[in-house]
């Protein structure tokens, strides 16, 4: 591994730590800073967490019909949703310093996963203080 691959993945291991904090904010009352860690944090997360979708869709589908419908049913919507979470992820990388909402939600995979993931318009601004 040279030395640039070494800078760079220190770089985005600060970000990442750094924007954890940031998860539970409140997103009607963030600074300008936080909205831009936020977003910078969750594009990481959401492009490094995506294929979870379909395994999650998976056990929802299945949870709420049969195996076999749980199985096929929930590769497919776990595809298009995963496709959907990192598509949100390159969005919030590129977008960071544009203090918009967020789009999908729940805005981590992680935040409740029994939710089938759901996205909202896209590049609604947010009330900065």
Same mark, same amino acid.
Do not use: H
């Given at each position: 591994?040279?030395?640039?691959?070494?800078?760079?993945?220190?770089?985005?291991?600060?970000?990442?730590?750094?924007? $954890?904090?940031? #998860? &539970?904010?409140? &997103?009607?009352?963030?600074?300008?800073?936080?909205? #831009?860690?936020?977003?910078? !944090?969750? !594009?990481?997360?959401?492009?490094?967490?995506?294929?979870?979708e379909? =395994?999650?869709?998976?056990?929802?589908?299945?949870?709420?019909?049969?195996?076999v419908? !749980?199985? @096929?049913?929930?590769?497919?919507?776990?595809?298009?949703?995963? #496709? !959907?979470?990192?598509?949100?992820?390159?969005?919030?990388?590129?977008? $960071? =310093?544009? =203090? @918009?909402?967020?789009? $999908? &939600?729940?805005?981590?995979?992680?935040?409740?996963?029994? $939710?089938?993931?759901?996205?909202?318009?896209?590049?609604?601004?947010?009330?900065?203080?």
């Amino acid at each position: 591994m040279n030395r640039s691959s070494c800078k760079l993945i220190t770089i985005l291991t600060t970000i990442l730590l750094t924007a $954890a904090p940031s #998860v &539970y904010a409140d &997103y009607n009352n963030e600074q300008y800073s936080d909205i #831009v860690v936020r977003k910078l !944090g969750s !594009g990481f997360a959401n492009i490094s967490t995506g294929l979870l979708e379909i =395994p999650k869709d998976m056990i929802i589908d299945t949870n709420q019909s049969n195996f076999v419908y !749980g199985v @096929t049913g929930g590769i497919l919507q776990g595809s298009i949703s995963a #496709v !959907g979470r990192i598509g949100t992820g390159i969005m919030d990388l590129l977008s $960071a =310093p544009l =203090p @918009t909402q967020p789009v $999908a &939600y729940p805005v981590y995979i992680w935040d409740d996963f029994d $939710a089938i993931t759901r996205f909202g318009p896209i590049f609604r601004l947010e009330n900065t203080q």
